[in-house]
Nanobody
Framework: QVQLVESGGGLVQAGGSLGLSCAAS????????MGWYRQAPGKERELVAV??????NYAASVKGRFTISRDNLKNTVYLQMNSLKPEDTAVYYC?????????WGQGTQVTVSS
């Protein structure tokens, strides 16, 4: 059974930075995709960034401001968020996709004040 435990998030002023981390337990392989999604109030959940087997993809809205990284020894994925904007306010969810199943973290709130 895979579990994802997130940490980080919180409240920050526009232009500030925050970091998120997500530790996965269970049978994890380096080629499994791990990433971050977010959901703002009244909006659908959207991809923020994902990494799989060394490849990385970012949403256009965060490219150049957010950085995703992964420590395969620790089964942990990180999201460093810089130059935050009020529109980045959302609940951020960690995601693991094995190709057969998708797992989600519990979500962590990120609030950016203007």
């Amino acid at each position: 059974q895979v579990q994802l435990v997130e940490s980080g998030g919180g409240l920050v002023q526009a232009g500030g930075s925050l970091g998120l981390s997500c530790a996965a337990s269970g049978s994890i392989f380096n080629f499994n995709a791990m990433g971050w999604y977010r959901q703002a109030p009244g909006k659908e959940r959207e991809l923020v960034a994902v990494t799989s087997d060394g490849r990385i993809n970012y949403a256009a809205s965060v490219k150049g401001r957010f950085t995703i990284s992964r420590d395969n020894l620790k089964n942990t994925v990180y999201l460093q968020m810089n130059s935050l904007k009020p529109e980045d306010t959302a609940v951020y969810y960690c995601n693991l996709n094995t190709g057969l199943r998708t797992y989600w973290g519990q979500g962590t709130q990120v609030t950016v004040s203007s």
